[in-house]
Nanobody, 123 residues
Framework: VQLQASGGGLVQTGGSLRLSCAAS????????MGWFRQAPGKEREFVAT????????YYADSVRGRFTISRDSAKNTVDLQMNSLKPEDTGVYYC?????????????????WGRGTLVTVSS
């Protein structure tokens, strides 16, 4: 399975970006999915997760109320709408397919990872 994340770029503080992640084949339809990010010099951190049906979501405190995760099972994609971006949101964003159907914040519970897309928020 290959995951391709796209939509990253350079945006000013307060701006918006929409990230999208597409799976190469239909293996994630029964799995939760998530987005993580890694800022320069920092460890990878959880951002958002969604269950297999798209009915349950969970967010990191730092992004709750600004970011929205969604999925389209027919298209085999998961998106991350990011609004009111801040410089501290800068980093490489990765999408991942979870081992199980539920939401999870633990990166050890994800089996497939995309290559990542860079988001840079200028102040």
């Amino acid at each position: 399975v290959q995951l391709q994340a796209s939509g990253g770029g350079l945006v000013q503080t307060g701006g918006s970006l929409r990230l999208s992640c597409a799976a190469s084949r239909r293996t994630n339809s029964n799995n939760g999915m998530g987005w993580f990010r890694q800022a320069p010099g920092k460890e990878r951190e959880f951002v958002a997760t969604i269950n297999w049906r798209g009915s349950d979501t969970y967010y990191a405190d730092s992004v709750r109320g600004r970011f929205t995760i969604s999925r389209d099972s027919a298209k085999n994609t998961v998106d991350l709408q990011m609004n009111s971006l801040k410089p501290e949101d800068t980093g490489v964003y990765y999408c991942a397919v979870a081992l199980g159907p539920t939401t999870t914040t633990d990166d050890r519970r994800y089996r497939y990872w995309g290559r990542g897309t860079l988001v840079t928020v200028s102040s």
